[in-house]
């Protein structure tokens, strides 16, 4: 039995909504971590660096004339890897990368939505905004930054995010048709 059209493009902008669902919870995480790093960084930095003269006058007391030039040290040290590290311009790439995703998942739901009220919907003029969508979704695929912070982990973490949050399920399997019921 041939499958109808109409599943097929509903087929297809489910996982390219579910692709798109992922890719914006990546960037979310990773502008998490980054923003965390670089507001600590920062903050540390900006510390150490006012209570330069405070702290003068503390290394001559007995316990803090070793402990301040080490605090001093290691945050040197974190201020050195933030910048060796680029966390700045990384955090601005994922910025922009969550900001691309979110604006194509939202067009993708108000497509699915635009699907199911109109059942009977014109296949011709929603397999080219499909083929739209999916060659959006290709080019900020290959723009994504390349990230030794995106680990497994938090990939793996972000896949059963995005399972319990849009499928309402972890089992990763969409509806089989654009008329079964579902969390979209």
Known sequence: ???????????????????????????????????????????????????VVAGWSLWSKPGIDILWPIIAGLVAILSIIHGSLGISGRLKEWLETKRDFSALEVDLKSFRYK??????????????????????YGEL??????????????RATCQENVNAKLLGRTDGKPPETRHEQGNY
């Not at 509903?10 to 507001?39: G, H, I, P």
């Open 141 to 154: 695929v290959s723009r994504i930054p390349s990230d030794f912070f995106a680990t497994k982990s938090l």
């Open 115 to 136: 699907m199911r009220i109109d059942p009977d919907f014109d296949i011709k003029g929603f397999q080219e905004m499909l083929d739209s969508f999916r060659k959006k």
């Open 1 to 51: 039995m041939a499958l109808d059209p109409r599943d097929e493009i509903w087929n297809a902008a489910y996982f390219t909504w579910y692709d798109s669902a992922f890719n914006l919870e990546v960037a979310t995480r990773m502008v998490d971590r980054l923003k965390t790093l670089d507001d600590v960084t920062k903050v540390l930095v900006a510390l150490t660096a006012s209570t």
